[in-house]
Nanobody
Framework: QLVESGGGLVQPGGSLRLSCVASGRTFSTYDMGWYRQAPGTQRELVAQITNTGRTNYADSVKGRATISRDNAKNTIYLQMNNLKPEDTAVYYC????????????WGQGTQVTVSS
């Protein structure tokens, strides 16, 4: 089970930190990611962090987002700075087994709204 938190309403140029807490004992073995979906669009990757700590970012957030993980707390984070209205979306946490791709979990999502 994945539970996201930290979403909300923020003004353009502001910052947010999203958190995702995972249940289970094998969190550290999973590749983790943040995805987002705006109304009328497909879900898209925002950032990924592998079980070895390698990171990958969508071009749209490079330089503004940082993904991190704390395996001791079964938690990943997404720090987003200089938020723009186009960042408005529901943000989802994802856990992907690094070998068995069909083992894939999603959180329920947290709304991020960037507006003045």
């Amino acid at each position: 089970q994945l539970v996201e938190s930290g979403g909300g309403l923020v003004q353009p140029g502001g910052s947010l930190r999203l958190s995702c807490v995972a249940s289970g004992r094998t969190f550290s073995t999973y590749d983790m990611g943040w995805y987002r979906q705006a109304p009328g669009t497909q879900r898209e990757l925002v950032a990924q962090i592998t079980n070895t700590g390698r990171t990958n970012y969508a071009d749209s957030v490079k330089g503004r987002a940082t993904i991190s993980r704390d395996n001791a707390k079964n938690t990943i984070y997404l720090q987003m700075n200089n938020l723009k209205p186009e960042d408005t979306a529901v943000y989802y946490c994802n856990a992907q087994h690094p070998i068995f791709s069909k083992i894939n979990y999603w959180g329920q999502g947290t709304q991020v709204t960037v507006s003045s």
